[in-house]
Every structure is written in structure tokens, then in C-alpha cells.
């Protein structure tokens, strides 16, 4: 007997490619940003964190204001230009996944989350971690 829909959370199938389920194309805008794209972005988010971070302020911690800089940059850009200056730089832009604009508060537990660094290594087969699937959002080709 074969079912046409899953009657448990772990019988959801894998997408057979990232976003379908979604309801994203499989390649080009709107498609999901690919893992290659998405640590460029973080690592030139970061290093333009850690430029006023190391170079201005300093200080006995400056590690903790490079976290703070990347944090405010986060949720300061998300929602004002559809996402990181890496994120727009590399073509993405962070959208919800029900549609309209990303709002205050998505930014904001996204970035939290972010910044914790382990639900970033959660993903599903949509290539979303586990910030995004919590704020709602997913990352996609601009």
C-alpha cells in the first residue's frame, strides 16, 4: 500500500533539489543561494566587521565588538536592502518565505541565531539552517 502524502514528520522526502518544496525554481533568480555564495558572504560580512572592530576600537576584547559590528550589520541591512553587504554583493538577498517584506523582528532572531554559530550548521535539504527555517526566511539568487 503505498501512501501519496507523509503521515509523520520524518516521512517528508527530500526535495530533490533546494527550494522545491518551497516553491523556488530549481536554478536562477529566486532559486536558493548554494553554499559557495553563502560563506563568501559571511566571510566578507566578517572581515568588514572586524575592520572598525580591530582597527578603531580595539581594546582589551575587540573580538566581542567584531560579534556586536556583524550583529547590527545583520539586522540593520536585512530588512533595508534585502540583506548582508556580502549577501547583496554576491547577488542573494534574505526574503520570507511567506512573501512580503522581511520585517523587524526576522533580522533580528535570524542574526541571534547567526551569531550562536551551530544552528548555522543545521540544514535541511532545502539548504536552509536552522536560523532561517526559526526567523522564517530563506536566502535566494537576487
Not at 18 to 23: F, I
Not at 75 to 94: A, D, E, K, N, Q
Not at 107 to 136: E, M, N, Y
Amino acid at each position: 500500500m503505498s501512501r501519496s502524502a507523509p503521515q509523520r514528520f520524518g516521512d517528508l522526502e527530500p526535495s530533490k533539489w533546494p527550494g522545491e518544496r518551497l516553491g523556488l525554481p530549481q536554478t536562477g533568480p529566486r532559486s536558493v543561494a548554494r553554499v559557495g555564495r553563502r560563506v563568501i558572504a559571511i566571510i566578507i560580512d566578517w572581515a568588514l566587521a572586524a575592520l572598525p572592530a580591530y582597527l578603531l576600537i580595539g581594546g582589551p576584547h575587540p573580538e566581542l565588538w567584531n560579534i556586536a559590528i556583524f550583529a547590527i550589520m545583520q539586522i540593520v541591512f536585512s530588512p533595508t536592502i534585502g540583506g548582508s553587504i556580502g549577501h547583496r554583493l554576491l547577488g542573494m538577498r534574505v526574503v520570507p518565505i511567506a512573501g512580503g517584506w522581511v520585517g523587524l523582528w526576522r533580522p533580528v532572531v535570524r542574526t541571534l541565531l547567526l551569531c550562536l554559530v551551530i544552528p548555522v550548521l543545521v540544514w535541511d535539504s532545502d539548504q536552509r539552517a536552522f536560523h532561517d527555517k526559526i526567523a522564517g526566511t530563506v536566502l535566494i539568487r537576487g
